[in-house]
């Protein structure tokens, strides 16, 4: 009788949405769904380029798949929803409530009073929130 090697697969725990990165695909020439996926460099090349004159905005319809696997198996899951911190970083991120809702109450209210610091406050949660949420989700 010989012994076989099984190699067992631990499922990894969905932090993302593909439904939340097709929805903002959609407006994808703004790089939003690249951010989400926690990818700040090519997201700030998809802003300034209206997704790389629609071109890469396409192409990316049929790599966002991938994208929710890099992000689900480089983010660590926990009691943070990450489509609701960015759905409210989107759409009140100047007001922090985003911050709040991370128990960053000083600068979720300092952001409150300062239309997310004049916005730079709001752009750098952008190209991190994916880390600080996976920080504080590590119990950090």
């Not at 099984?6 to 593909?18: D, G, L």
């Not at 004049?118 to 949420?133: E, K, M, P, V």
């Amino acid at each position: 009788m010989t012994s076989q090697t099984m190699t067992m697969t631990t499922p990894t725990a969905k932090t993302h949405s593909k439904v939340i990165g097709y929805l903002l695909w959609i407006f994808g020439f703004t790089g939003s769904h690249r951010f989400y996926y926690g990818r700040p460099v090519t997201g700030t090349i998809w802003f300034f380029t209206l997704g790389l004159l629609g071109i890469g905005w396409l192409i990316d319809l049929f790599l966002i798949p991938g994208m929710d696997r890099d992000a689900d198996q480089r983010f660590a899951p926990g009691r943070i929803n990450y489509s609701l911190a960015w759905v409210l970083l989107t759409y009140l991120g100047l007001l922090g409530i985003h911050r709040m809702y991370l128990g960053k109450w000083g600068t979720g209210l300092l952001y409150l009073l300062t239309g997310g610091l004049l916005g730079l406050g709001w752009l750098y949660d952008y190209w991190t929130l994916n880390q600080q949420i996976s920080d504080l989700n590590r119990g950090g």
